[in-house]
């Protein structure tokens, strides 16, 4: 189902845009992980972060196959969401209200639903950088953001192959990056997913 878009000036830049969005029904909080990072859970190992984990459903998956999983978002309204799904489901999965340009621990997996396509070129390699300091060799990123493929000018940043490609050219290898979806409240949006190695 192709998606059509509640409102057009859903572009959030600061925690407090986020936590009014939650207040209503974000358009990306659907429930369910998306169905292109679930294809890829048999891939995840060790410790997982869920990097703007939202309401947390990709820290739910990694804790659901027994895996240590931590998810980090900006705002409280998503984390208290995810920690009351956690609490329901009988999940042990760390929440936690933090900023992505500014985190800590060590992963061997990272989970990006929806996050890369949010920040501006400068935040985007300060982004990448502090992915690179909690990582090491051999470590796995799965990233699902918003392709240039979309049309329409509503809602986050397209993002094309090249972008992705130059954000992680340094100390990464990209394994892959194919065309995808992303599910949405009301339907369906193109989307990359990338699966990007530490070196």
Wanted: hydrophobic letters at 45%; proline letters at 5%.
């Amino acid at each position: 189902m192709r998606f059509i878009p509640r409102r057009t000036d859903i572009r959030p830049r600061h925690p407090e845009d986020f936590d009014e969005i939650y207040a209503d029904r974000a358009p990306w909080d659907v429930g369910h992980p998306q169905p292109a990072i679930r294809a890829r859970a048999g891939e995840f190992a060790g410790r997982v972060l869920d990097v703007g984990c939202g309401t947390g459903e990709h820290a739910l998956l990694a804790a659901s196959l027994g895996l240590a999983a931590t998810g980090i978002d900006t705002s409280p309204v998503a984390i208290e969401r995810a920690r009351a799904k956690a609490a329901e489901r009988g999940l042990e999965v760390r929440f936690e209200v933090g900023n992505a340009l500014e985190l800590t621990g060590e992963f061997e997996t990272i989970v990006d639903s929806a996050l890369f396509h949010v920040f501006e070129d400068d935040d985007r390699i300060r982004y990448v950088a502090t992915l690179a300091a909690v990582t090491r060799a051999g470590a796995r990123l799965h990233l699902l953001c918003f392709s240039d493929r979309q049309e329409g000018e509503w809602g986050p940043r397209r993002i094309s192959e090249a972008e992705i490609r130059a954000a992680f050219a340094d100390g990464w290898h990209v394994d892959s990056i194919e065309p995808s979806t992303m599910d949405l409240a009301g339907g369906t949006v193109e989307a990359w997913l990338a699966s990007i190695s530490r070196l």
